[in-house]
């Protein structure tokens, strides 16, 4: 008997097109999907900043919105002469001392809030809030916020001005604060707790009375 070489067997396309085997054809798919999905892996990235400058630019916003709405009350509660909500504002450890206070029209804290004739100190030039508020031709709120470099908390001041006499130039002006501020300023300084504006002075900042601080001085 003799025995023949076996020659190879010659793979041969499965359809007369010429066209790859199911299988072949299958595996070429699977390796083109994964390149189009590798390719937008590969160049993905996070949001970039101008997303998150927003993100982190929100809560001040939000803040700032929410202290001028406070000014607008208390504002409102001065020509009203409403002690009640100025107190539920006031600093919590002095609430029950000023209350007392107010039931006397001849005290201190009473004068420098409602009443310009009983004020005994400085040049004679000092106004009570309410004559700076009531006179006022255009009574103007504006807010200052600015986070604290000693103990990272964000601060709120808040100017109540006759803006047709004053602008926001004067206002950053130190000089015109200390000349003007007795007669024409009222400020009252919060601190952001717990996302809720507490205040930091008294009624008013009653018992603060040199110059009042610019928005700039205050941001130091």
Same mark, same amino acid.
């Given at each position: 008997?003799?025995?023949?070489?076996?020659?190879? $067997?010659?793979?041969?396309?499965?359809?007369?097109?010429?066209?790859?085997?199911?299988?072949?054809?299958?595996?070429?798919?699977?390796?083109?999907?994964?390149?189009?999905?590798?390719?937008?892996?590969?160049?993905?990235?996070?949001?970039?900043?101008?997303?998150?400058?927003?993100?982190?630019?929100?809560?001040?916003?939000?803040?700032?919105?929410?202290?001028?709405?406070?000014?607008?009350?208390?504002? %409102?509660?001065?020509?009203? %002469?409403?002690?009640?909500?100025?107190?539920?504002?006031?600093?919590?450890?002095?609430?029950?001392?000023?209350?007392?206070?107010?039931?006397?029209?001849?005290?201190?804290?009473?004068?420098?809030?409602? *009443?310009?004739?009983?004020?005994?100190?400085? *040049?004679?030039?000092? $106004?009570?809030?309410?004559?700076?508020?009531?006179?006022?031709?255009?009574?103007?709120?504006?807010?200052?916020?600015?986070?604290?470099?000693?103990?990272?908390?964000?601060?709120?001041?808040?100017?109540?001005?006759?803006?047709?006499?004053?602008?926001?130039?004067?206002?950053?002006?130190? *000089?015109?604060?200390?000349?003007?501020?007795?007669?024409?300023?009222?400020?009252?300084?919060?601190?952001?707790?717990?996302?809720?504006?507490?205040?930091?002075?008294?009624?008013?900042?009653?018992?603060?009375?040199?110059?009042?601080?610019?928005?700039?001085? *205050?941001?130091?």
């Amino acid at each position: 008997m003799i025995f023949r070489p076996v020659q190879p $067997r010659k793979l041969q396309w499965s359809s007369p097109t010429h066209c790859l085997p199911d299988a072949a054809r299958l595996g070429l798919l699977f390796l083109f999907v994964v390149a189009q999905h590798a390719v937008p892996l590969q160049g993905a990235s996070t949001p970039r900043a101008p997303h998150a400058q927003q993100k982190s630019g929100a809560p001040r916003g939000t803040a700032s919105r929410d202290l001028h709405k406070i000014g607008e009350t208390v504002a %409102k509660a001065v020509l009203d %002469k409403n002690i009640d909500t100025l107190l539920s504002y006031d600093r919590a450890d002095l609430r029950s001392v000023d209350s007392v206070s107010l039931k006397n029209p001849k005290s201190d804290l009473y004068c420098y809030l409602f *009443d310009s004739e009983c004020i005994t100190w400085g *040049d004679g030039t000092w $106004r009570s809030v309410y004559d700076k508020l009531s006179q006022a031709h255009q009574l103007e709120i504006k807010v200052s916020v600015s986070s604290s470099r000693y103990d990272r908390q964000l601060y709120g001041n808040l100017f109540f001005y006759d803006a047709s006499a004053i602008s926001d130039k004067n206002l950053r002006s130190r *000089d015109f604060l200390c000349k003007e501020g007795p007669a024409s300023i009222a400020t009252w300084k919060f601190r952001l707790e717990g996302g809720k504006w507490k205040s930091v002075n008294p009624l008013f900042d009653s018992e603060t009375r040199d110059c009042p601080k610019s928005p700039e001085e *205050d941001a130091k």
